[in-house]
């Protein structure tokens, strides 16, 4: 019985001794725990706690520290820095970073210096000291305490520079001159962006900090294009446009499906467009081809006559005119002189064209000096200075007759020359003469063929006569002949 009463004290003795021990420790833990406490909270009354002011862009960071948020410039991975725009200051700065630089990605994923690129947001705690990068956080790991924000797949941005405001999602919000914009990894300015931009926007409240073009735009021209003006263009699914002279179209960057249309003229390209580039869509495959001019200088004499080309009165005097390439009906009038009517061939960059008019039949009936007389022939020919009327006979007999209607040579002597071997595109059927002056001395395109009167194969084009008469005088005619079937006869007297 003593036994148990024995043991009953031990456990009794035990037990007070483990309460003893548990409140010494509960009181030792609670002061370490006091003495770790805000001073905000260790002022509190009542055993309730006041709580303490949330700290701004804080990141941990170790008294003195540095705080800003800034924008990545550049990366130098070689000499270890980092260039960054300042959105409070709004100025470039450069820090250094070692390998004890801590970058965290988002979602609090670690990252190298070398993955940072240009454009990207971070919190940075630098040591002043030593101008040295301590931590960097990008914008995901700062929105949750600090309030930034960002917006990504933003269009149709109005800018308003007068107010510093931009407005888009609905949403005003503004900014200041030193705004960074960020397009291709370098700073833009802000009026380089238009509502057709794609971009992504970070600021915090309604204060913009940063805008980001993630798809910007460029154009689509067309060369060679002068068959399709007017026609339309489709610009991949989009809206057509007329087609216009300067033809430059404002498109997002991109590739699109590009088809031009204009009556039995098409064609289809596939064009991609880099950002702020010019693509070009040369159509000239597609359509007839560029049109092709030639200067055209002409040379008349009595000066003051008065030139029509396709019927429309010209200045020519001192002029260089331009004219496609074609075929064009010219005619050169002046009171007192035979009418001058030719085809005129542009067909070379350049060509001068000289002109002669001669004067008409005097009132007492004397030979006159027309270049369409046959001085074989006492009558007047009622044709141009070029050809001869419809196989009636162009020339008389020698009696002064007209001719009959089987030919149109008068029945004078005249030397025939061929020049078939010359190069020239010519008629074998029909033939052209050279009446006079008699005895001058006649060169095709510089070359000697004979004596007036002579006579040679119809050339079909343009060509120079130039006759040199027996007392020395010299004169040169440009000619132009079409193929119209019938004779050329030229009296230069």
């Known amino acids: 019985m003593e036994y148990e009463r024995a043991g009953s004290r031990r456990k009794r003795s035990h037990t007070g001794a483990i309460a003893v021990m548990l409140t010494l420790m509960i009181i030792i833990v609670g002061s370490v725990v006091f003495l770790f406490l805000p001073e905000g909270k260790k002022e509190a009354k009542g055993g309730k706690l006041t709580p303490s002011p949330s700290p701004v862009l804080t990141m941990g960071a170790e008294k003195g520290n540095e705080h800003l948020l800034g924008v990545v410039l550049s990366v130098d991975a070689e000499i270890k820095t980092i260039t960054l725009y300042d959105v409070e200051k709004e100025e470039e700065r450069t820090f250094v970073y070692t390998g004890a630089s801590s970058f965290t990605g988002s979602f609090g994923t670690p990252m190298a210096a070398s993955q940072l690129t240009a454009g990207d947001l971070l919190d940075f705690e630098l040591n002043s000291e030593d101008n040295r990068i301590i931590r960097a956080n990008m914008p995901q790991m700062i929105t949750a305490t600090e309030g930034i924000w960002e917006k990504k797949d933003v269009d149709k941005l109005e800018i308003f520079p007068e107010e510093h ?9 503004q900014y200041t001159d030193g705004l960074c914009v960020m397009s291709n990894g ?6 380089t962006l238009l ?21 910007g735009h460029g154009y689509i021209s067309l060369a060679n294009h002068e068959d399709f003006v007017n026609g339309t263009i489709l610009i991949g699914t989009g809206t057509e446009h007329t087609i216009t ?3 430059r179209y404002l498109v997002k960057e991109g590739t699109y499906k590009v088809t031009v249309t204009h009556g039995d003229y098409t064609g289809t390209e596939t064009i991609t467009v880099a950002r702020d580039g010019d693509s070009v869509f040369d159509v000239f495959q597609y359509g007839s081809g560029p049109i092709q001019k030639g200067i055209v200088v002409f040379k008349i004499e009595p000066l003051g006559a008065t030139l029509y080309i396709d019927g429309e009165r010209t200045p020519y005097y001192g002029e260089e005119l331009t004219l496609n390439y074609g075929v064009y009906s010219i005619e050169v009038a002046e009171g007192g002189y035979v009418t001058y009517e030719a085809s005129l061939h542009v067909n070379s960059e350049r060509q001068e064209l000289s002109i002669y008019l001669t004067e008409q039949t005097s009132p007492d009936g004397n030979e006159s000096d027309d270049p369409t007389k046959n001085p074989n022939d006492g009558n007047e020919q009622s044709g141009t200075s070029q050809t001869g009327n419809n196989g009636t006979g162009n020339s008389g007999n020698g009696d002064g007759n007209t001719g009959n209607n089987s030919g149109n040579q008068g029945n004078g002597t005249h030397t025939t020359v061929s020049i078939a071997s010359r190069g020239y595109e010519i008629n074998e059927n029909n033939v052209i003469y050279i009446l006079g002056p008699k005895g001058a001395l006649v060169y095709l395109d510089g070359e000697p063929i004979g004596t007036a009167p002579i006579n040679f194969e119809k050339i079909i084009g343009s060509y120079l006569l130039t006759i040199v008469t027996e007392e020395g005088a010299v004169k040169n005619y440009n000619c132009t002949e079409t193929n119209n079937g019938e004779d050329t006869y030229y009296n230069f007297d």
């Open 165 to 173: 405001r931009i407005t888009f999602d609905g949403q005003n919000y």
């Open 186 to 191: 370098v700073q833009v300015e802000l009026d």
């Open 245 to 247: 002279e300067d033809a």
């Open 195 to 215: 509502p057709i931009d794609r971009v992504s926007v970070r600021g915090s409240g309604s204060r913009l900090y940063e805008i980001v073009v993630t798809k």
